[in-house]
């Protein structure tokens, strides 16, 4: 995806030093640091401050690094970044150039930070699945669901 989006947006690479001199124009810091920062703290922001005075909630399941995450993860939309770059320097410009190759690069940034988050509450979501889905008595009922004192069930009586 991140060639397909590279080739697509018609970036020029004029070798290390055109990357180095993209990357240094202060427009194109302002677009890695608002993907990379401004998004995730805006939309965990609103969520807080929806959580904090509407009735809404997080799920019991969920934590704010969960949110974190999805948040960083908000970074990678580079369509819209690039039309608005196209439009703002005009369609071919040196700095239209620049802005292409900031949006790619934050984009990318963006989608190894989230991958980063998540991957490291991969572990958490993995354990819960295998405590909901354990099944250690064999007859296919997954153990969560089973009350620990037979006999004082909610199910049918054993004789």
């Given at each position: 995806?991140?060639?397909?989006?590279?080739?697509?947006?018609?970036?020029?690479l004029?070798?290390?030093?055109?990357?180095?001199?993209?990357?240094?124009?202060?427009?194109?810091?302002?677009?890695?640091?608002?993907l990379l920062a401004g998004k995730p703290i805006g939309?965990?922001?609103?969520?807080?401050?929806?959580?904090?005075?509407?009735r809404a909630r997080l799920d019991e399941g969920l934590t704010w690094v969960?949110?974190?995450?999805?948040?960083?993860?908000?970074?990678?939309?580079f369509t819209v970044s690039l039309l608005i770059g196209e439009?703002?320097?005009?369609?071919?410009?040196d700095r239209e150039q620049h802005v292409k190759m900031a949006v790619l690069t934050g984009?990318?940034?963006?989608a190894l930070?989230?991958?980063v988050i998540l991957r490291l509450r991969n572990?958490?979501?993995?354990?819960?699945?295998e405590e909901e889905t354990a099944d250690r008595d064999h007859d296919n009922i997954p153990d969560i669901y089973q009350d620990a004192d037979p006999g004082h069930g909610t199910g049918p009586e054993q004789p």
């Open positions: 995806m991140p060639v397909f989006a590279l080739l697509s947006a018609g970036v020029r004029d070798g290390l030093d055109g990357l180095v001199n993209a990357l240094s124009d202060p427009v194109s810091v302002g677009i890695v640091v608002g939309i965990m922001a609103a969520t807080w401050l929806v959580s904090r005075f509407t969960d949110v974190l995450g999805l948040s960083a993860l908000a970074g990678i939309g439009l703002a320097f005009g369609a071919g410009s984009s990318l940034a963006a930070l989230a991958a572990h958490v979501y993995r354990r819960i699945h």
